[in-house]
């Protein structure tokens, strides 16, 4: 169902940014931009920005896929002037988690300085909330 998608929406309150997007691999060329751009203004170093933005991309395309139908993802960026973090939620239709010793969670551990993954139940109980949070400490 199309009119079920939820639209594009960003907000930037200048502690944090939230994008609120469909769950399609159509919209990654979106999330790399923006998960660059924002940690480029934070203080990441380029190769830090350049991480960060395969971490984000790799965990997008896996919460995509595991995506409930209809299902938006939702990117929130924070910074401190320690860290920077991105959490990405998506309803999943299903029990997800990847596999520690798998090749994808294996790259992810490699590109993030912190990975960890969250699932809570949605009220139908036929999908789970699963967020996903990577995290990097800047240079001093």
């Keep these: 169902m199309a009119d079920a998608q939820p639209p594009h929406s960003a907000v930037d309150d200048g502690r944090s940014v939230v994008l609120l997007i469909p769950a399609q691999h159509e919209q990654l060329p979106i999330i790399r931009l923006l998960t660059e751009a924002v940690a480029m203004r934070n203080d ?4 830090q920005a350049a ?10 395309t896996l919460l995509i896929a595991a995506a409930a139908p209809g299902a938006g993802l939702v990117c929130h960026y924070t910074a401190d002037e320690h860290t920077f973090e991105a959490a990405i939620t998506a309803t999943t239709a299903a029990d997800w988690r990847p596999e520690d010793g798998s090749l994808e969670w294996r790259i992810l551990r490699a590109l993030a300085g912190t990975l960890s993954v969250s699932q809570h139940p949605t009220d139908s109980q036929l999908a789970n909330e699963t967020t996903v949070v990577v995290r990097t400490r800047k240079p001093l």
């Design 51 to 60: 991480d960060l933005k395969l971490a984000v991309d790799q965990i997008c």
């Design 44 to 47: 990441c170093t380029l190769d």
